[in-house]
């Protein structure tokens, strides 16, 4: 599995943490889509769109975008088709989980701006260990998204 890595300016910082932390603590294959450096004029479909291109070709890839919400980034991702982003800027959980045992989520968008980086590494790990439940109901609603 390779988690592709993209971001704006506003979650630039994050991003470039928890890089380090998925290659380095995680083991795993990391490809970065940018932003490369701090621009405030970026514009994050610049850098999403080949992310969500990159997971949407492939089963097995994973995504994990960032801005200030992450909100703007995960309407980015979700227009490419096979990419479904789910949003998650701290709080319960359940919901990082819930986006990949029902909807098998392969983008995960963090809005940096309300996120602490140790959650967002508790977040990003327990994204990456949940596996898709394969429920016949859930297959069912993912396909109908096109």
Known sequence: MKIHFASDHAGFVLKNELLAFVRDELKLEV???GATKL??????????????????????????????????????????EGARAAVFYGGDL?????????????????????????????????????EFSGDER???RIQKLG
């Open 94 to 130: 359940s919901i990082v989980k819930l986006s990949r045992e029902h909807n098998d989520a392969n983008v995960l968008s963090l809005g940096a701006r309300f996120i602490t980086v140790d959650d967002a590494k508790t977040a990003i790990r327990l994204w990456l260990q949940t």
């Open 39 to 80: 621009d405030q004029e970026d514009d994050y479909p610049d850098f999403i769109k080949p992310a969500a291109l990159a997971v949407a070709s492939s089963s097995e890839d994973r995504a994990i975008i960032f801005g200030g919400s992450g909100q703007g980034e995960a309407m980015a991702a979700n227009r490419v």
């Open 138 to 140: 859930h297959v069912r």
């Open 31 to 33: 490809e970065d889509h």
